[in-house]
């Protein structure tokens, strides 16, 4: 049996799956790694979220670079790899994707918003660092791009921000309760383009693991989790999901 009826097999014997996803997935829609030679950690020291706070100089940088390296994300699309969770989702096989990743790909696909846990956030809107309101990103670049003009909220006059998490920033306590639940509660743990190095949230295929679900990675590269799996696939994660779950 190869790895991919193996990973079928796996799929088809779950009572409750979770995906886990990071830039490998979606690196495969052009989007590339922040990390990797090109990304956007290769050519800007990130900001991070106290000086964010405390300066309207950083503040202004950190919106040139979102609008300045925006075109990349807003191109791209789900590729097969979100077609193939989106499915699973819709069959009712997945109940929840964990995702390191900030680009509304899984939404994009058809899963519900939701099912999706963004444990760093998410690039495409913002949102008030006071009261919580969200704000859309086109009238904040119409008046940025036009005049220099920083968003602040029209609810309360906070500061607005991207809805991510910064470098400083603390981890969001409810998606990272939510991710918790799930993990402990699935019997098949799949984890799709993630070097699982960045924790905590690399810690949740250990917390499946000792749970007693079924752990499956799928990375292009080795990872440090992966003698712990019970199975790894070094290979592309749209072509090696596609064929497992039936979808292009």
């Not at 922040?34 to 991070?48: A, K, M, V």
């Not at 106290?50 to 940088?61: I, K, Q, T």
């Not at 006059?157 to 699935?186: H, L, W, Y």
């Amino acid at each position: 049996m190869d790895d991919i009826e193996r990973l079928k097999e796996a799929i088809g014997s779950a009572r409750r799956i979770v995906a886990f996803t990071g830039a490998g997935i979606s690196t495969e829609s052009g989007i590339p790694d922040f990390r990797s030679p090109g990304g956007i950690w290769t050519r800007y020291q990130p900001i991070y979220f106290d000086d964010f706070m405390a300066s309207e100089e950083m503040r202004r940088e950190s919106w040139r670079r979102k609008f300045a390296t925006d075109e990349t994300m807003l191109q791209a699309g789900p590729n097969a790899g979100h077609r193939a969770l989106a499915k699973l989702v819709e069959q009712g096989r997945m109940s929840a994707i964990i995702t390191q990743n900030i680009d509304g790909l899984h939404q994009r696909s058809g899963v519900p918003d939701a099912t999706v846990i963004e444990l760093h956030g998410n690039t495409t809107y913002a949102s008030c660092l006071d009261c919580g309101h969200r704000h859309e990103l086109e009238p904040i670049r119409k008046a940025f791009l036009g005049s220099g003009k920083l968003p602040l909220c029209e609810k309360c006059d906070g500061i607005v921000k991207t809805a991510t998490i910064s470098f400083g920033q603390a981890m969001p306590e409810i998606q990272m309760a939510r991710a918790q639940d799930e993990t402990m509660n699935c019997d098949l743990f799949i984890v799709l383009g993630s070097s699982l190095v960045v924790y905590p949230a690399a810690g949740f295929p250990h917390i499946a693991r000792r749970k007693g679900a079924k752990l499956v990675i799928v990375n292009r590269e080795a990872t440090d989790q992966d003698d712990d799996a019970d199975l790894v696939i070094h290979a592309e994660i749209g072509p090696t999901m596609s064929k497992a779950v039936g979808v292009n």
